[in-house]
């Protein structure tokens, strides 16, 4: 079973960027913890990072066909991007949408997701656990 694992804008500043919402691990400490979540739940991964939309969605794409599912942390672009939700939509693999920090008890605008409209859920506010939440529930899917 092959995941695809997509971090969005800023999260390659992570152990720089507010360290009191995102913690002090950097980006690499994320892709380690990932890649350790993913061994330990048998699962095979590749993880990638862009900091522009297109970027975003040309992976998005390119999982069509060699992936069976996705988790992603859109970043800013989770509370506007439409053009995601729709590459998301278009290729329609089981996908779990996560975020660090919990989206919901932060500002207004973050509380609304447009991308996990078309996921099967979302995981925010558990740190870098989420990621393994959203491995384990994407093998449970899947
Ligand atoms: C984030 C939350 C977003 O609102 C923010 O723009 C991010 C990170 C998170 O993981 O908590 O860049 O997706």
Known sequence: MKILVINGPNLNL????????????????LCD???ESAKELNLEIEVV???????IIDFIHNAYNNFNGILINPAAYTHYSIAIYDALKGINLPTVEVHISNIHKREEYRKKSVTAEACVGQISG???H????GLQALKEII
Request: overall charge negative.
């Open 33 to 35: 913890y990932i890649k």
């Open 126 to 128: 558990f740190g870098f």
């Open 130 to 133: 989420g990621y393994k939440l």
């Open 14 to 29: 992570l152990g720089t960027r507010e360290k009191g919402i995102y913690g002090d691990k950097d980006y690499e400490d």
């Open 49 to 55: 990072q862009s900091n522009y939309e297109g970027g």
